[in-house]
């Protein structure tokens, strides 16, 4: 990635550490993330299994490639004397929109103006739909409410203020991006 990306990559984990508080969140951002979400294995409870199944979610850096991931991967496997262990996948690479597009300067410019302070971008944590678009060639960002504590959690909530704030920020986006390509 670019040293542009890098200063991002840079602000994002500064910004995941303060909203969080929690000290070394922000690795989240530049680390490989393993997550079992689902285990599966066994008949009864007092009998022990002969097959555990797990769909685990890896969540891949920018700058690692899939390619690199499942290659490490098969390594440990083959460490651990699992070659024969069956697995199958499916993958996404990392990405991200260029902050050089006008996408990003137009959302950054109404983000500040709605916003009154300075807005900084950074990536984002989660995985999501943008990836598709991005895959298109199509330059796509997340932006929108939310409370960073509790986020995907037991009552997830957002401020109506903030929700506010944001369709004003769509429309100034939209008009702006609309008004530059004619």
């Not at 909203?19 to 690795?27: D, E, I, Q, S, T």
């Not at 083959?78 to 024969?84: A, F």
């Not at 109506?160 to 986006?173: E, W």
């Amino acid at each position: 990635y670019s040293p542009t990306q890098h200063q991002v990559l840079i602000d994002s984990k500064d910004m995941a550490e303060a909203k969080l508080a929690r000290p070394g969140v922000g690795n989240v951002i530049d680390s490989v993330t393993v997550n079992p979400g689902i285990i599966k294995g066994g008949t009864k409870v007092n009998m022990v299994p002969d097959l555990c199944e797990t769909d685990i979610d890896i969540r891949i850096p920018i700058g690692l490639s899939s390619e690199e991931l499942i290659s490490n991967f098969e390594g440990l496997l083959h460490e651990l004397n699992l070659d024969k262990v069956g697995y199958k996948y499916e993958t996404s690479e990392a990405n991200f929109t260029e902050v050089s597009e006008p996408i990003v300067k137009t959302l950054v410019k109404n983000a500040e103006s709605v916003w009154n302070k300075r807005v900084i971008p950074a990536y984002q944590w989660a995985s999501s739909d943008a990836r598709y678009y991005r895959l298109k060639g199509i330059p796509t960002l997340q932006y929108g409410p939310s409370n960073t504590e509790g986020i995907h959690s037991y009552n997830e909530d957002v401020d109506i203020v903030d929700v506010i704030n944001a369709a004003k920020i769509y429309v100034g986006v939209i008009c702006d991006l609309l008004v530059e390509s004619t």
